[in-house]
């Protein structure tokens, strides 16, 4: 069985209501003619009901030349249709309406207006045929008036739905806007309390946890005292312990730092100066990687902690070089915008999976086999003690780009 057109099948797909009246109006006007002579009439008819039917469909994505080319159509095939049914007293004038209404649709009152004028110079034309045009011309005014008329109702009921659309589009796009920001607002509060819960439980356990550290290093270090040269083993065994106890430690450390709440000590100062000693420990960490800078010149003095921002971007600077291959290259950039600073670090490295991107700021997730999933925690829970964010851009194999965002008017020292 032959296919249909791709286009033919398409519209097909797209049949409405509407396009059942249309096929029952023009029915109706096809099936009234009796005489065998007027086949041709019924040829226009039919096409005129096509074109009709067709024009919102093909193409799927209307431009403003195939709206102006389904108009001409509709304007050609009406004039052959007056023309064939007896010209200027033909009862099929009113067909001129269709262009007129579909261009009172699309376009605006210029528009309408001047595809009214073509339509009715298009019917005029037929005075040239009757024998006498200025007779005919009393009976023809008000034909034409009446197109102008409807085509000036038509364009006032479709200006007024277009401008419903714009307005419901536009409370469409605020409404979605809103729904965002509520869901943003809602996993910052969910991440807050967690980080909240996890900040208390870290503090207790670490507390806990030093005490009974501190007497094993201390009897690990009794033990090495205590034990022959020639016992090399349990000499090697008493250095683990305190090399592992000394791990332990360092990683409390760490908890504790990211259980303690933040006492910002604010003051003027320049960002460029603080990203650069930022940059400057982090070289020494990764020799391996190239960093570049890219500062805007004229960034203001403003009030934060230069201390535990430096830290903060340090520590971004830090997993931007791990992400990166031998010999890549991590960018550090650093603007005034709206009344805010944003730095953006930018590594070329292998990307965040996307499954896990909404988790590399709660604490203890990592992704390193050695890590302890609190470096973004923290750098995390700094940015919100200035009152700013931090947001992350990524594509597996391609790269990451940790933005974060601080006001310049940040509140006084705390």
């Known amino acids: 069985m032959p296919r249909l057109p791709r286009f033919l099948a398409r519209a097909i797909g797209q049949v409405q209501a509407r396009d059942f009246v249309w096929v029952v109006l023009f029915g109706v006007l096809i099936a009234r003619p009796q005489n065998p002579e007027e086949a041709q009439e019924i040829v226009f008819l039919v096409a005129l009901g096509v074109a009709q039917v067709l024009e919102p469909k093909i193409p799927t994505a209307p431009t403003t030349r195939s709206r102006l080319l389904w108009i001409a159509i509709k304007l050609a095939l009406g004039f052959m249709l007056i023309g064939y049914t007896g010209s200027i007293d033909s009862v099929y004038w009113p067909v001129l309406l269709l262009p007129v209404v579909s261009a009172a649709t699309m376009y605006g009152v210029v528009g309408t207006t001047l595809c009214a004028a073509v339509a009715g110079a298009a019917y005029l034309v037929f005075l040239h045929w009757v024998p006498d045009p200025m007779e005919a011309v009393a009976g023809t005014v008000p034909r034409l008036v009446l197109l102008a008329m409807i085509g000036n109702l038509a364009n006032s009921v479709a200006e007024d739905l277009r401008s419903q659309t714009r307005q419901s589009r536009a409370a469409a796009e605020q409404l979605a806007a809103a729904n965002r920001q509520l869901q943003q607002a809602e996993e910052e509060k969910r991440r807050v309390d967690r980080l909240a819960a996890l900040g208390q439980l870290s503090a207790g356990l670490a507390h806990e946890l030093r005490n009974p550290l501190g007497t094993i290093r ?197």
């Open 218 to 414: 201390a009897s690990s270090e009794m033990l090495a005292r205590s034990l022959a040269k020639e016992n090399e083993v349990a000499r090697e065994m008493a250095g683990f312990i305190a090399s592992e106890v000394d791990r332990s430690n360092s990683l409390i450390t760490r908890f504790l730092e990211f259980a303690r709440p933040l006492a910002l000590r604010v003051a003027q100062a320049e960002l460029a100066q603080t990203l650069d000693r930022a940059v400057e420990l982090a070289e020494r960490e990764a020799p391996g990687i190239a960093f570049y800078r890219n500062y805007q010149p004229d960034i203001a003095p403003f009030a934060f902690d230069a201390e535990l921002l430096e830290h903060a971007i340090y520590n971004l600077l830090l997993n931007a070089a791990q992400a990166s291959p031998a010999g890549g290259a991590v960018t550090l950039k650093a603007r005034a915008a709206g009344g805010n600073a944003e730095v953006s670090v930018i590594d070329r490295g292998c990307g965040i999976d996307p499954a896990q991107r909404d988790s590399i700021f709660n604490p203890f997730f990592s992704t390193k086999p050695a890590g302890v999933g609190l470096g973004l925690a923290i750098v995390s829970k700094i940015v919100d003690e200035h009152g700013g964010n931090i947001a992350v851009e990524s594509e597996e194999g391609k790269g990451s780009v940790f933005r974060v965002t601080l006001p310049m008017e940040i509140r006084a020292a705390q």
